[in-house]
């Protein structure tokens, strides 16, 4: 069947998984879980070097003409942080994409969504692509849209906790508010968790923990890849409606007569 | 003169350029970026701009993140 690419800031991918290169046991298990998510996209946080600048850099484990990095603004609690620290990332070589996180409180991670929405305005003026963490609210979701966001990351539960998609009906209303790429950002704790987010029209989704936590990280990293690729297609191919009762699936004409 | 890097205090040679310090830290410059007290410093800019004493050096790159 025929699909679209995901686009965002003018760049085509055909991969609507996006993944992380945080918690890996090691790198070297992180690059063969990139490699076999088949994502396009991962993810990194902006963080001091270690003096003296020796040792191993997650970047020799990425290649960087392959994988696009996607530079987060995560630890930031600030727009001000979350701006400078998008800079940074810029100034670093990391190109005008920005995984836009402003968090709220360190016990949930949920954002600060008047931080957010004040960072996503500056830097999209300042020509970045935004692509903005957000909650599970289609009014935020409008809000960031308006303000210039490149698409909406709404979590599917908070970061790290493997609840899944909580909240699938605010994430539906949300499909139908926005109008530029949605992609579920946190919470998938399995492969299921990604294929109901994709089943449910999303354009792509974000994991880390999922991925990096799993006790065969690579596997894992394979099962999301079909998850995604699946809920992507049922998606396109259009479910059949839910209904209370039963509907045979064999004719109730032509049955053999047993009567005695 | 003292300046602090990533939140280290060091003592320096008086002048020293943003270019000497990365040498003198042995810090790789593919995707690392600098801010002097809490303003970018452009890479074109790295061997013209001379620390002063009490500055605040941030020296960033990517890491393992979600």
């Known amino acids: ?260 | 003169m003292k300046i602090t890097v990533n939140g280290r205090e060091m003592e320096v040679a008086d002048g020293l350029s943003v270019e000497a310090l990365l040498a003198h830290l042995a810090v790789k410059r593919e995707f690392t970026a600098v801010a002097v007290n809490r303003e970018i410093t452009p890479k074109a800019s790295y061997a013209s701009v001379a620390l002063r004493d009490g500055d605040r050096v941030e020296i960033v790159r990517p890491m393992g993140g979600g």
């Open chain 1, 1 to 260: 069947m025929h699909d679209t690419n995901l686009v965002l800031g003018g760049k085509d991918f055909t991969s609507r998984l996006i993944v992380g290169t945080g918690k890996y046991s090691t790198n070297e298990i992180m690059r063969q879980a990139h490699d076999e998510s088949g994502a396009e996209i991962v993810t990194v946080a902006v963080r001091r070097v270690s003096l003296p600048g020796k040792g191993e850099s997650i970047l020799d484990f990425i290649d960087t003409k392959r994988f696009t990095l996607l530079p987060n603004t995560a630890g930031c609690y600030t727009a001000d942080e979350a701006i400078r620290t998008a800079y940074l990332a810029r100034e670093a070589g990391l190109g005008e994409m920005v995984k836009l996180e402003v968090i709220g409180d360190a016990r949930t991670l949920f954002p600060d969504v008047q931080g957010l929405l004040e960072a996503t305005k500056t830097l999209a003026r300042e020509g970045f692509v935004v692509m903005p963490y957000t909650n599970d609210d289609p009014i935020i979701a409008k809000r960031l849209e308006d303000a210039g966001a490149a698409c909406v990351m709404p979590l599917g539960a908070p970061i790290g906790s493997g609840l899944g998609i909580r909240n699938p009906y605010n994430i539906k209303i949300i499909l139908e508010t926005v109008s530029v790429p949605v992609i579920v950002d946190a919470g998938v704790g399995t492969a299921s968790d990604a294929a109901i987010a994709m089943e449910l029209g999303c354009d792509g989704v974000l994991m880390n923990t999922a991925i990096a936590g799993a006790r065969d990280a690579v596997a894992m990293a394979r099962a999301m890849r079909l998850a995604v690729e699946a809920g992507r297609l049922a998606y396109k191919a259009g479910r059949i409606g839910k209904k209370l009762y039963a509907t045979a699936s064999s004719p109730l004409e032509g049955l053999p007569d047993w009567t005695s």
